[in-house]
C-alpha cells in the first residue's frame, strides 16, 4: 500500500497564524518656553535626562542600551521622520520597549516661529499695564510685589540711561566723579576683572569635565572687559565714550531679551487685536498634532499622551488641554449615551467636586481638609481607562515646569476677583473641575422633557478636563525673586488641589555655590554629566510624574486587544 491522504484532509485550508498584538506605545508631547528657541533643542536635552540616563526603562532588549561618545552607557533612541507636528525642522525621538514592553515617541510642540518679530510696542504696552496696576490690587504673594518694584526700578533705570545716552551733560557732576574715580584706577579695575574672569576659568576646568563642556563665555568676556578698561585708562572720564557702550548694552538687551522672551509674554497672555492672531494660530498648530496623535477610528497611535510644558508653555498647554476637551471631551457634542462604566467613572470624579467646591451660594473656595489627592488620581486614572477605551481621549497627565500660571491673578487678570469670575464662567478649568452653577455638580444631562428615561448623560462640562488628566507641577519657588525661579510657583490656591504640587531647589552647576540658585527658571531637566548617578531630586520626581513605565498604556491596549478578540498583551 502507498502512502495514502485521509478523506478530507487534502483539501482542508491552512490556518492562518493569529496576528500579533498590538505593541502599546506613548506619546511625550513637550512644549517649550519663551525665547527664540532652536528646534529639537529642547527635545534632545529633555529626553537624555528622563529617558537615556535612566535604567529603570531598559527592557531585555539588548538593543535597548548603547554606548554614546559624549553621553556614555545609555538608553538607546532613534530620531526618525516626524509627519505629526506639521513641521518639516523637527523629528520625532523614539524608544525601543521598556521594561514593561511600552513605546515611546517623543515629540517637540514648536511654537517659537509663530512669536518671531515682536514688536517692542507691544511689549511696552504689556509692561505698562503691569506697572500702572494699583499696589492695591497686587496679589497678596511677597515674591509678586518685589518682582513689581523691581519692574519699576528697571524701568527707572532704562529711563535714566536713556536719557544719559542722548544727554550725558545734563548729570553733570552725578556722572563726573565716578568717571573720574574709574579713569585713575583703571589699571587696578582691568587687573581686578581680569583675576575674577581667569580665577573662574580655573574653577570651571578644574571641576573635571571634559573641555568640550565647559562653558567659558562669561569669564572670557570678563577678562576681555577688564583689558578693554586697562587699555583705556585716563579715556573712561569721556562721558559720551560711556553714552556709546551703554547704547550699545542697551540694544542688545532689547534685541535680545526684551524683544524675544518678553515678546512672547506680551503677545501670548494678553487677548488685544494685535495679539489675537497669533494666540490663534499657535493653538491651531497644537490641536492638529493632538488630533494627529489621537488618530482616528478604532485604532488610535497611540495609548497613552502625556503633555510635557515649561515657562509660558504651561499656558499653552493648559489651553491646548482645554480646547481639546471641549471638542472631544464627554460633553453633550458626543454622540449616544455614555456606557455604565462610563458612567461610574464620570460620578466617582465627581463625588470629588462636590467635597471640594461644596458653597453653592458663594464663592468657590475649596476645601482641602478631607480631601485625599491619592484617591482622586485614581479616579483620574479610572476615568482616563475608559474615555480611551470608547472615546477620542488619549492625554492621561500634564506636567508643568516654572508654570506662569501661578501669578494668574497678576500676568492674566486685573485681580482676585476677575480670576474667580473666571473660573466661575467655566472660562479656565480647575483640579478637580469647578461645578456647573447653580449645580454642585460638573455633570449635567441633556434632553430633560419631565422623563429621566429620555435624558442623555451624564455629561462633563467643557471646563471639566482635569477630570481625566492628572496634572503635576514642578516649582522652584522663593520669596525673593532674584532666588530661584521668580515665574514658577504653587497653583493650587487657584487650579485646585487635585493638582500635585512638588518644590524642588535647583542650582548652576558651573557657577560658584553662592551664585548657583540666581534665577534658575531653565534649570529643570539639566543634569550634569558629571553627576549621572545619582539623579537629583527634580530629575526623579519629573521622571516619576511622566511616568513611562505606567501601567496605563499596556491596560488600554489589552482593553483594545480583547475587544477584538486578540490575544491578550502580555
Known amino acids: 500500500m502507498g502512502d495514502s491522504v485521509p478523506t478530507g484532509m487534502a483539501d482542508a485550508p491552512a490556518v492562518a497564524p493569529a496576528p500579533p498584538p498590538p505593541v502599546p506605545k506613548q506619546a511625550v508631547v513637550v512644549i517649550h518656553g519663551m525665547g527664540e528657541q532652536k528646534p529639537l533643542d529642547t527635545l534632545r536635552s529633555f529626553v537624555e535626562a528622563v529617558y537615556q540616563h535612566d535604567p529603570g526603562q531598559r527592557g531585555s532588549d539588548p538593543q535597548a542600551e548603547a554606548d554614546d561618545p559624549e553621553l556614555g552607557e545609555v538608553n538607546r533612541v532613534w530620531i526618525v521622520p516626524d509627519d505629526a507636528t506639521g513641521s518639516a525642522e523637527l523629528r520625532r525621538i523614539t524608544t525601543p520597549k521598556n521594561a514593561n514592553g511600552v513605546r515611546t515617541d517623543f515629540f517637540e510642540f514648536y511654537w517659537a516661529d509663530i512669536m518671531e518679530g515682536t514688536a517692542l510696542d507691544q511689549v511696552y504696552a504689556w509692561v505698562e499695564h503691569l506697572l500702572l496696576r494699583s499696589p492695591f490690587a497686587l496679589p497678596p504673594h511677597a515674591k509678586i510685589r518685589l518682582a513689581w518694584v523691581a519692574l519699576w526700578v528697571v524701568t527707572l533705570i532704562f529711563v535714566l540711561a536713556s536719557v544719559f545716552v542722548a544727554k550725558p551733560d545734563l548729570f553733570g557732576a552725578w556722572s563726573k566723579a565716578p568717571l573720574d574715580w574709574i579713569a585713575a584706577h583703571a589699571a587696578g579695575v582691568g587687573l581686578m576683572l581680569i583675576g575674577l574672569g581667569a580665577l573662574w576659568l580655573v574653577w570651571r576646568f578644574a571641576r573635571g569635565l571634559p573641555p568640550a563642556q565647559v562653558k567659558v563665555v562669561v569669564p572670557a568676556a570678563l577678562i576681555l572687559v577688564g583689558l578693554v578698561v586697562a587699555g583705556l585708562g585716563a579715556n573712561l572720564a569721556n562721558a559720551q565714550l560711556w553714552a556709546a557702550a551703554l547704547a550699545i548694552v542697551i540694544a542688545m538687551i532689547l534685541n ?29 498648530r497644537g490641536l492638529k498634532l493632538l488630533e494627529a496623535l489621537h488618530g482616528n477610528g478604532d485604532a488610535p497611535p497611540y495609548d497613552r499622551i502625556i503633555v510635557v510644558a515649561h515657562s509660558l508653555g504651561c499656558m499653552i498647554g493648559y489651553d491646548l488641554i482645554q480646547l481639546y476637551w471641549e471638542k472631544h471631551g ?9 456606557s455604565a462604566a462610563l458612567k461610574a467613572a464620570l460620578e466617582d470624579v465627581d463625588r470629588y467636586v462636590q467635597q471640594v467646591w461644596h458653597d453653592p451660594g458663594g464663592p468657590l473656595t475649596g476645601d482641602t481638609s478631607v480631601f485625599e489627592l491619592a484617591a482622586y488620581q485614581a479616579a483620574q486614572a479610572r476615568l482616563f481607562d475608559e474615555l480611551a477605551a470608547s472615546g477620542n481621549w488619549r492625554i492621561s497627565d500634564f506636567v508643568t ?25 467655566r472660562l479656565l478649568a480647575a483640579s478637580p473641575p469647578r461645578p456647573d452653577r447653580p449645580s454642585r455638580s460638573m455633570l449635567y444631562y441633556e434632553g430633560w422633557d419631565g422623563d429621566k428615561t429620555q435624558r442623555r ?38 487650579f485646585g488641589p487635585g493638582v500635585a504640587e512638588h518644590g524642588v531647589k535647583l542650582g548652576w552647576p558651573h557657577l560658584p555655590p553662592g551664585l548657583r540658585r540666581l534665577i534658575t527658571h531653565t534649570l529643570y531637566w539639566t543634569w550634569p554629566s558629571a553627576q549621572r ?21 499596556r491596560n488600554v491596549a489589552r482593553r483594545r486587544s480583547r475587544a477584538r478578540g486578540q490575544q491578550d498583551v502580555r
Not at 533 to 553: D, M, S, Y
Open 401 to 425: 515646569m516654572g508654570n506662569p500660571l501661578a501669578h494668574a491673578e497678576f500676568l492674566l487678570f486685573d485681580d482676585d476677583e476677575a480670576l474667580a469670575r473666571a473660573f466661575e464662567e
Open 533 to 553: 548617578w545619582p539623579p537629583p531630586r527634580h530629575i526623579e520626581l519629573l521622571r516619576e510624574a511622566i511616568g513611562l513605565t505606567n501601567n496605563v498604556a
Open 256 to 284: 535680545t531679551f526684551i524683544g524675544p522672551y518678553a515678546g512672547d509674554i506680551a503677545r501670548y497672555v494678553r487677548a488685544a487685536p494685535q495679539t489675537v492672531e497669533k494666540r490663534a494660530a499657535i493653538r491651531d
Open 330 to 338: 464627554p460633553t453633550h457634542k458626543q454622540p449616544g449615551q455614555p
Open 457 to 494: 448623560g451624564p455629561f462633563a462640562h467643557f471646563a471639566a478636563a482635569f477630570a481625566a488628566v492628572r496634572w503635576t507641577n514642578i516649582c522652584d519657588d522663593n520669596a525673593f525673586p532674584a532666588i530661584g525661579d521668580v515665574i514658577s510657583g504653587e497653583v493650587t490656591g487657584y
